[in-house]
Structures are given as structure tokens and as C-alpha cells.
């Protein structure tokens, strides 16, 4: 009878040696999907307008980012226009275009691309005055960069 | 004699390596994919040609610096913009224009109410979109947002009449195939309504 009561209780504790594995599996999903911040804001993260007729944006290597939106500084009104790290005027974009496209080979200068990241509350004349530069260097293909969603009352 | 045993190493610190690792690429991961609505500036010339539109062929849209809107010296919402385009384009009350050889012919293909006050041809129709500086820049986008959307149906429409696909699911396929019949599908689609926009210098 003995024999019966010498058997332990309790659950056997939970093999950790495929931890390592799976920690292994969750790095290299977000080393493949990750994507270094590159630039640093300077002005205020432009909330982005939402817009449900989007187009994703190919060739990323193509493309160079103008963020439009308020000074960080509060008491600083009006919107500011911020390429790479710095803060520039509208018509400082073409030298900025420039730049970029010295960084790209030849025939890759036609497929490049201008994304717009512009603050839903910024105003038209600004994203003009981006625009005419834009038209004047010839870089003709923009696009506004938006948040995809249906939600479109939201914008205004 | 000492024997010398082969010790293993011990793996037990290797979660922990992996760990801090996974920490460090979970903190500077960005899962943003850059998305937005593509436009096509107009090339700038030295010369502006001199083009004669008729008024009918133009849908005004203005908008202020409330962001109000007028459609045809009418206020509106931004929600109906979608289908005040769509019957504009897709009216086809006259003819096209005698391009490269091909004769001017009423549109086949247009589901309007045929309007003769309204557009003649798709080809024709042009979308004039006027906005003031201090416009907001959401309400700029959704108006942008709304025209594309309305293109998008017209030719999803047709699409689905012609070749039995959307147009989504056409444009979806040759970016998975480069088939070059359905890219010329997709250019007869775009060439039946061509996005015609026109912004004019914004109001002071």
C-alpha cells in the first residue's frame, strides 16, 4: 500500500528549452519587417489626413519625404516645412531635390518620387507653394501621403 | 593521467542574448508602409497654348478658406462631390475630339443622362478645382480623395462591363504578372476617362 502513497503530486514543470526557438522567431520577423527611423522631427509629427482612394508607394529608395506642420514650439505660428533634419523655406525645395537626385543614378531620376506628410491642419498654400517649386525642377511626381481609411469627416 | 572532458557549453544564456536583441528591433521597428493619392504635376512650358474650352466642359469646384465648398456656383459637401463628378464625366451629351486620325463619335460607352448642358465626352471633361491658401490641407485631400474616387468607378464600371474584372483587381494582376495585355486593358480603361484636373492659381 505504500507503494501508492509514494507518488508525488503536482504538475511537472514546463520544458523552457524551446523559449530560445521562438525568441528566435519573433527577432527575425521584426529584423526582416523593421525599418531604421531615419529621420528625427523637428517640427510636430504631422497628423496625417486619411483618404480611402490610396495608392502605396513603390521603390522606396525612390522616394524623399517633405513633412509639412506646426513648430514644435507653440508660440511659433504658421507651418513649417522640414526635409532630412532641418527646417527650410519653400523655396530652399528644389536645392533639397537636388540633393536627392545626385544620390540616385541617372535613369533612375524619372521613376522618383516627392511624398507629401502633411498635417491635416496645415493650409493649401503652403502644399502650393511645395508644388510650384516642385513643377519649376521638374520633379512632377508627388504624392500626399495619407492614412488609409474610410472615415473622410475626419479631415476637416 | 588527467582526461581532459569536453564540456558543454551552456546555452541557457542564449534566450537572454536573443531577448535584448528582440527588445532593441522591437523599439526601432516602423511598420508604417507609405501610402497616399498620386497626382502628376502639369509640366511647366514657356508658352501657354492657347486652348478654347467650352464652359460646359468644366466642372468648377471652390473651395474657402472655411472649407465650404461650391460645385457650380452651388454649395455642397465634400460627400457629394463623388457624384456630382461622376455624372459630370459621364455624361457624354456631345462628342469627342479628332485625335490621331480617329473621328470625332458620341461616347459608347458613357451611362450618363446624356445633358447637353453637361460634358460632351469623358475625354473632354475636365475638373477644375480652385482653392483658397488657407484652405485646410485634410479638406484639400479628401476633395483630391473624393475625384479619384469617382475616376476609380467610372472605370471600375466599365471594366466590369468590358472585361467582366474590376478595375482594382485588373491593376492588382499586372502588378503580380506584367502581362502586357492587361496593360493594355488597363491603358484603354484609363485612355476612356482620362483624369483631367486643373488647379488655378488659389485665391489670395
Redesign the interface.
Known sequence: MSKFKKKKKGLPAIS?AS??DI??M??FF??V?????ETDMVILKPVL?T???????EM?SL?S?IY?GKSKDSRISGDKIQVNDKIIDAKDVPSFIFAERALRSEDEVKYM?T??K???????????DI?EQ???I???????????GSN?K??? | MARRENSEINAGSMADIAFLLLIFFLVTTTMDVDSGISRKLPEKTDETPQVIIKEKNVLDIVVNRKNQLLIENEFVQVTDIKRLAMNFVDNGGGESTAIDGKPAAPCDYCNGAKDPASSDHPTKAIISLQSDRGTSYGMYVSIQNEIEGAYNELRNKLALKKYKRSYKDLLDDYKNSGLESLKVKIDFLKDSYPQIISEPEPIK
Do not use: C, H, Q, W
Not at chain 1, 519587417?33 to 527611423?37: E, G, I, K, L, S
Not at chain 1, 502633411?118 to 502644399?127: E, L, M
Open positions: 523552457t523559449l530560445p525568441v528566435f519573433l527577432l521584426f529584423m519587417t523593421t525599418t531604421m527611423r489626413p483618404a480611402s482612394e490610396v495608392k502605396k508607394l522606396k522616394v519625404t509639412v518620387t511624398s507629401i502633411a498635417d491635416k491642419g496645415a493650409s493649401v498654400g503652403t502644399i502650393l508644388k516642385l513643377r519649376d521638374n520633379a512632377l511626381k508627388i504624392s500626399f501621403s495619407t492614412t488609409k473622410i475626419a479631415n476637416y
